[in-house]
């Protein structure tokens, strides 16, 4: 029975793992990153699509050439472009430009241009422009109850599905919790993340449908018909896993989409 146990609980975690990196790398906010390479040496970039930051957005190349150098274009309204270098740590293995950002939220378009010797070439190639949405910074403790509860409903929820295996005799005690998780989750951590990530404090009250999100809602809705499913007399083995594939779908589609 421990033996068993234990199988549930470990296809549980690889299963929440790999659907996890699976929406990561789909999601459209996945940074763009690459690796050129100058006279056999390498030069190694990832910009990201979406940050949180205080006030600068930094840029980060990594090069095995020392002479490396470079320049960031930042592209404004009215066409306005400002011209921001990078700058080299002493041992010429790190590029860094820096960008500020006077209002969060915001919006940066720039492109990345690297000189060696009489050769000027972008990264990414083919002179693309490059965007990255800014937010204000989250504190850690907050991101850290965030994915906390996200992923502990979701192994909850896969651990249930897999009850389909077993006699079912925790399935009860499991939906609660995913309950409880899912609920601290789309009630209290996301709405006071959109609340930061507005940068509405001391200015305004967000509207309803700012503050929470509709796949933190339906995470909630789900699990409060699934309770009352698994309590109810027409509890059956079918709907354990039903409700974990639900549960999974609206995890990886807020993702992609």
Not at 47 to 64: G, N
Request: charge should be positive; charged fraction near 15%; proline fraction near 5%.
């Amino acid at each position: 029975m421990k033996k068993q146990n234990f199988i549930l609980w470990a296809s549980s975690l690889f299963i929440v793992f790999l659907i996890g990196y699976i929406r990561s790398v789909s999601n459209p906010n996945f940074p763009v990153s690459g690796t050129t390479g100058m006279d056999a040496k390498k030069i190694t970039y990832v910009f990201e699509k979406k940050t949180h930051i205080k006030d600068t957005l930094t840029l980060r190349v990594r090069t095995d050439i020392n002479t490396l150098s470079g320049r960031v274009s930042v592209y404004g309204n009215m066409h306005d472009t400002a011209f921001i270098p990078f700058v080299s740590t002493e041992k010429g293995e790190l590029l860094t430009a820096h960008i500020p950002v006077k209002q969060l939220p915001a919006k940066v378009s720039y492109s990345v241009s690297l000189m060696y010797k009489d050769s000027v070439f972008s990264i990414p190639a083919g002179n693309t422009v490059l965007t990255t949405l800014c937010y204000p910074k989250i504190p850690m403790s907050i991101m850290s109850v965030y994915y906390f509860f996200l992923y502990l409903g979701l192994l909850l929820a896969v651990r249930i599905g897999l009850e389909f295996f077993s006699d079912g005799s925790k399935v009860r005690k499991f939906a609660l919790f995913t309950l409880i998780c899912f609920s601290l989750y789309g009630f209290f951590i996301i709405p006071v993340i959109n609340f930061i990530e507005s940068n509405a404090m001391n200015r305004t009250i967000l509207q309803p449908e700012k503050m929470f999100t509709i796949p933190s809602l339906a995470f909630c809705a789900l699990w409060i018909i699934a309770v009352i499913a698994f309590f109810s007399k027409y509890n059956r083995p079918w709907q354990r896993w039903f409700f974990a594939a639900a549960t999974l779908m609206i995890f990886f589609f807020n993702g992609i989409v």
